[in-house]
């Protein structure tokens, strides 16, 4: 029996067989490719429960909630500095810390979505000022996940507020861009909060894509 894929290599193939599955649900008409198609969806369920040792249903919800054509999920980040320090909140599901963000709602715009989210997990209000990089996270150092991410970093400006936690948050603080603490590698980078440092220097830097 062959070897099975290293976790990232098994995850891209999951991410790709199940676009056509779910692709396939959302545009055919003819009733015996739905059942082939909804049945390469649960097989996919049953591979990604065996292989990730999750629960079988829990697998199965993984794309439960999506419609329509298949796309990427949109992640949003604000980067806000006070001299060299920057803006981190700590998050509760893993200790560790991250910029404020989180997915873009239905009808968001995404600047309205990074202040949002900064308020919700920050307590500070900010507005965005630039995009200053559109990532996709599959081609950057992040743990394997089973979305295809697209991931926007903003700087932002603070309006008003004051720092408070939030249900799930449990810390914010300003710390020195070249001194971080554990940061929530799932959701940013050192590598891209230094960027966006450097964004903030230079404001005439073009935007990062990719």
């Not at 949109?74 to 320090?85: C, K, L, N, P, Y």
């Not at 996270?137 to 992040?142: A, D, F, L, T, Y």
Request: hydrophobic fraction near 40%; charge should be negative; include cysteine.
């Amino acid at each position: 029996m062959s070897a099975a894929p290293p976790a990232d290599d098994l995850l891209e193939w999951a991410r790709r067989v199940q676009a056509i599955a779910h692709n396939g649900l959302a545009f055919t008409r003819d009733p015996f490719d739905r059942e082939r198609y909804a049945q390469l969806a649960e097989l996919l369920a049953q591979l990604l429960a065996e292989r990730l040792q999750m629960p079988l249903e829990a697998a199965r919800l993984i794309w439960a909630g999506e419609h329509g054509y298949a796309t990427p999920k949109v992640d949003v980040r604000g980067g806000i500095f006070r001299d060299e320090r920057v803006l981190l909140v700590r998050e509760r599901s893993d200790g560790r810390w991250t910029l404020p963000g989180g997915w873009v709602d239905v009808n968001d715009a995404p600047s309205a979505a990074v202040a949002r989210e900064i308020y919700e997990e920050s307590g500070y209000r900010a507005r965005a000022v630039k995009l200053a990089a559109l990532l996709d996270k599959n081609r950057h150092p992040h743990p394997p996940g089973v979305y295809h991410i697209y991931k926007l970093f903003f700087l932002c400006e603070l309006t008003g507020g004051t720092p408070a936690a939030s249900a799930e948050t449990d810390a914010v603080e300003f710390f020195p861009v070249h001194s971080l603490p554990p940061l929530s590698s799932g959701r940013v980078l050192g590598a891209q909060i230094e960027r966006l440092y450097q964004h903030r220097l230079d404001p005439a830097l073009p935007t990062d894509f990719d």
